[in-house]
Nanobody, 126 residues
Framework: EVKLVESGGGLVQTGGSLRLSCATS????????IAWFRQAPGKEREVVSC????????YYATSVKGRFTMTKDNAKNTVYLQMDSLKPEDTAVYYC???????????????????WGQGTQVTVSS
């Protein structure tokens, strides 16, 4: 059974930091690309970042570039999202998603990813 379990969300003040984790099982993690998406209330789900199966390169949405860092630990079957300089507009439910093959020109599209976690809430207060 494929599982992706996010953790690390919470409440933080503007300018603060959080590190999200996505622990996975049930598939060959080293051969999968993993992405983080987020969805704020009343808004569509949007991509945050994507890391290819070999760990490089990593893609970021323009809104988080320079503030967020995504890493992949193949030994632990886990990906991380280090979020610094958080802003109120980063408030959302964050999801990790996995795919065995990602079309690079479409890495930002949720349809590329077949496996999803349940999400973790991130709230940034002003």
């Amino acid at each position: 059974e494929v599982k992706l379990v996010e953790s690390g969300g919470g409440l933080v003040q503007t300018g603060g930091s959080l590190r999200l984790s996505c622990a996975t099982s049930g598939f060959n993690f080293a051969n999968y690309a993993i992405a983080w998406f987020r969805q704020a209330p009343g808004k569509e789900r949007e991509v945050v970042s994507c890391i290819r199966r070999n760990g490089t390169p990593t893609y970021y949405a323009t809104s988080v570039k320079g503030r967020f860092t995504m890493t992949k630990d193949n030994a632990k079957n886990t990906v991380y999202l280090q979020m610094d300089s958080l802003k109120p507009e980063d408030t959302a439910v964050y999801y990790c998603a996995a795919t065995s093959y990602v079309i690079l020109s479409a890495w930002h599209l949720s349809e590329q990813y077949g496996y999803w976690g349940q999400g973790t809430q991130v709230t940034v207060s002003s």
